[in-house]
Structure formats: C-alpha cells, structure tokens
C-alpha cells in the first residue's frame, strides 16, 4: 500500500474465523465482516444458532464454514479451527470473541474450580486458538487477530475477579503477542466493550431500577449495540487500521472516563 492510497474497512477477498459466532456481538460480526466483502468461517457449540450465522454470511453473497466445538475441549477446538482454515481456504482474520461469565461472588467465597473455567473460557481459549492461526498468518506475511476482552480489565471488578483476570490477561497477551508478530506483518489489537444490548444483559434489565442502576454510570445514558462492536472489529480487521497493533479499543459510552 502506498502512502497516497486510500484507506477503507472493505474486507473484498479476505477470509475470517469468528468465535463465539451463534449469537449476539460474534453473529454481528460474522453478518458485518460478510456486507464488507469477507467469507466467514463461524464456530460455537449451538449448530442450530450456528446455521444462522451461516445463513447471513451467505445472504451477502459470501462463503461461509461451519464448525461446532466446545471451547474448553482445547484439542477440538483447535480442530475445529483448522478445518475451518482448511475449508476456507486459508486465514486473514481471526475473531477471538467467544468467552462470557456466569457467575458474581467474591473470591473468598468462590470454588476454585468456578475461577479456573472462567480463565479458561475467557483467555486459555485465545491462547489456544492464537496457536492454531497465527502461525499460517506469521508465514503468509499478513494478517489481524482481534481478541475480545472487556471494561472490566481496566479496573477492580468487586465480585467478578474471576472475570475482570481473565478479561485483563487478553489485553497483556494481545499485547505480547503483537510484539511478536509486527515484523512479520501480522497485528494483533483487542476489543474492550462496555455494557452490550445482549442477551448475556437480559437480567440486567429485568427490572427498570436495574437498568436504570447500570446505565447510570454511562455518560451517553444508553446501551451499545453489537453492531457498534462490530464495526470496531471491521475497523481493526481492515487497511484503515494498518499501523494499529498491540491497541485496546474501548467501546463503552464513555464509562471507563468515569472517576
């Protein structure tokens, strides 16, 4: 690319993996990335969901794969994902978006057994799925990886320490692993969402004075879309952020500005 060219967040011709992809913020991402040119390989442990996903990617007139795997299973995982790069026929983006927590307690009181899936929901399976990708990505010359941490990595999250670890270990392998990879032409950047309009928030506006609890805090006074998120991901999958690696973007409405 020439200094003078211009720089757009079409993905024309690239091929992607999404995470995570049968609903919420992954689904956005696959359909996003689809509308913006790229073929998506989409995986998850619901394959009904899964074959939705599949449907909007291809309602774009593009490719998509399909592959169901549980992501704490760290060998079918990897498997999954290198038949998807297989089917694919080969790797330029790697969406590491799926994670999640179902549980708040303070530390004192938790099972260690409940800390040890969260950390292995949330940042063992980046690692594992950083393995499988992004050494075809080192050896092609090219190539994004996006790893989806949270707000709660920037500051102590009472009763979700399990989480808030989990979350801030992507953001420092992210950035580890851009330093590795930036000479090769390969980056690596992270997604920090804030409060999300999913259905992982539903409890969160079962009541009116929750809801109005939660978005207090947020200075726009509003949830954030997946589609917001999405269009972050298309931006850090794209040229438009060709000098960008190694990078936290925070999505949250301004809360994480709050003293």
């Known amino acids: 690319m020439t200094q003078h060219e211009d720089l757009t967040t079409s993905l024309a011709g690239k091929k992607a993996i999404v995470t995570g992809a049968s ?5 956005a991402i696959a359909a996003d990335f689809a509308r913006a040119g790229a073929d998506v390989g989409v995986l998850a442990r ?5 074959q939705e996903t599949a449907d909007l990617v291809r309602a774009e007139g593009r490719t998509s794969a399909v592959a169901v795997a549980d992501i704490l299973d760290a060998d079918v995982f990897r498997g999954a994902l290198a ?3 297989e089917e694919l026929g ?5 969406v590491n978006n799926a994670g999640g927590n179902n549980f708040s307690m303070p530390l004192a009181q938790a099972r260690y057994s409940g800390w040890s899936k969260v950390v292995r929901l949330n940042l063992d399976s980046v690692v594992h799925a ?28 009472p009763g979700m320490s399990h989480y808030g670890a989990a979350k801030a270990g992507v953001v420092n392998l992210t950035q580890s692993l851009a330093l590795e990879t ?9 997604l920090l969402p804030g409060w999300i309009d999913t259905d992982l928030t539903d409890f969160l506006r079962a009541s009116e004075q929750t809801e109005s609890a939660v978005l207090s805090r ?29 990078q936290s973007l925070v999505i949250d409405g301004g809360l994480s500005a709050m003293p």
Do not use: H, K, Y
């Open 23 to 27: 609903r919420g913020i992954g689904r």
């Open 46 to 50: 619901n394959e009904e969901l899964l």
């Open 182 to 190: 930036a000479a090769a032409g390969v980056r690596i950047n992270a």
């Open 90 to 94: 080969g790797v330029d983006i790697l």
């Open 218 to 246: 947020v200075p726009m006074g509003r949830w954030g879309t997946s589609e917001e998120i999405a269009a972050a991901a298309r931006f850090l999958a794209s040229d438009a952020s060709g000098f960008m690696t190694g």
């Open 83 to 85: 038949a998807l790069a």
């Open 130 to 157: 950083c393995q499988e990708i992004i050494p075809g990505l080192v050896q092609q010359g090219s190539g994004s990886v996006i790893n989806m941490s949270s707000i709660v990595s920037l500051r102590g999250a």
